[in-house]
């Protein structure tokens, strides 16, 4: 897989993280309400976008996409401050057509300018 490129935010959209009853372990990670909110952008654009699913490892809500005949995958986490990684395809398959890594970076700032779009987010950073 290539690097992920991050995008940083904040937001006012509290976070929704639900911890076990001895607040040590998470039920259900945070973000999951930005990522609805990064869902529904995206298909306000026109793009196709998977269920999101829980990954309860990283504490995060992933969610895939094609983006120029490249395929995504956008990992979307709620700590304190905000944050969307977009992942590329696999290594050797980027490696050997070339083309996924730039477009990473084109979706990424395209995910960032969507956010600038909505007053509830603010400071975004591409990283």
């Not at 057509?97 to 477009?103: E, G, H, K, Y």
């Not at 960032?112 to 950073?125: E, K, M, V, Y």
């Amino acid at each position: 897989m290539t690097q992920p490129i991050s995008i940083e935010f904040n937001t006012e959209i509290p976070d929704d993280v639900v911890w076990d009853e001895d607040g040590e372990e998470v039920v259900h990670p945070g973000g999951k309400a930005v990522a609805d909110v990064l869902v529904a952008l995206l298909e306000e654009e026109g793009l196709s976008v998977s269920e999101l699913d829980e990954d309860l490892e990283h504490e995060s809500w992933t969610m895939e996409l094609e983006w120029r005949g490249a395929g995504f995958r956008l990992q979307v986490l709620h700590i304190d401050t905000c944050y969307v990684f977009v992942h590329g395809g696999p290594w050797l398959l980027t490696r050997w057509l070339s083309r996924t890594a730039p477009r990473q970076a084109e979706l990424a700032a395209y995910v960032a300018g969507l956010l600038q779009t909505d007053s509830r987010f603010s400071n975004i950073r591409v990283a």
